[in-house]
């Protein structure tokens, strides 16, 4: 909806195709693992500028990450986009033209939206989303070394329980024609 209304790419489910690609490992296995909790290396390869070929060493989720890295990176750096999640708050931090928002909302509203669009019943809907709740914390804060949800990280942060989705993405598409434009390079 926010993609199309302003014009630009929306990376999501297309991002797990682009990571596949890059990374070597089958779409089913990043879908599944992309923000599980991974092993143990890391910070010295998130380099922009790295050409480095992969240790190794590194874990299978270690490697999707620095996949993923890239792929944020070279996204961004050909023009806007909207990229949900997988730590593109840290991975564009030195980027100066990227909007940063986060939408959380409160559990009653992730609960009816989750029985509501996915039709999992009640019982199963709360157990999973505080299992993807966990390992999107977990995953956050082990690559980047910041706590999830921290707002001094984002330009942004906004209750899409309270104001519902569609006030969020005109919140959203007002905040990002106010904000500053890269120079045009023609």
């Not at 909302?105 to 509501?116: E, F, N, V």
């Amino acid at each position: 909806m926010l993609a199309k209304e302003l014009d630009i790419r929306l990376y999501d489910k297309e991002f797990i195709h682009l990571a596949a690609q890059r990374s070597n490992m089958d779409e089913q296995y990043i879908a599944k693992n992309e923000q599980s909790i991974p092993s143990f290396w890391l910070k010295c390869i998130l380099s922009k500028n790295s050409e480095q070929p992969l240790e190794s060493s590194l874990s299978p989720e270690d490697v999707l990450f620095v996949a993923e890295s890239k792929i944020i990176q070279e996204l961004a750096a050909k023009g806007p986009c909207i990229i949900v999640g997988r730590c593109a708050d840290f991975v564009l931090k030195d980027e100066p033209n990227v909007l940063k928002v986060f939408c959380y909302c409160d559990q009653p509203s992730a609960l009816d939206r989750c029985i509501g669009q996915y039709n999992i019943p009640r019982d199963k809907a709360e157990a999973e989303i505080r299992r993807i709740n966990r390992n999107r914390i977990h995953h956050y804060e082990y690559y980047t070394g910041n706590k999830w949800a921290d707002p001094h990280h984002y330009h942004l942060m906004i209750n899409t329980g309270s104001i519902g989705l569609q006030e969020a993405c005109q919140l959203i598409k007002d905040l990002y024609h106010r904000f500053p434009q890269p120079a045009s390079h023609e």
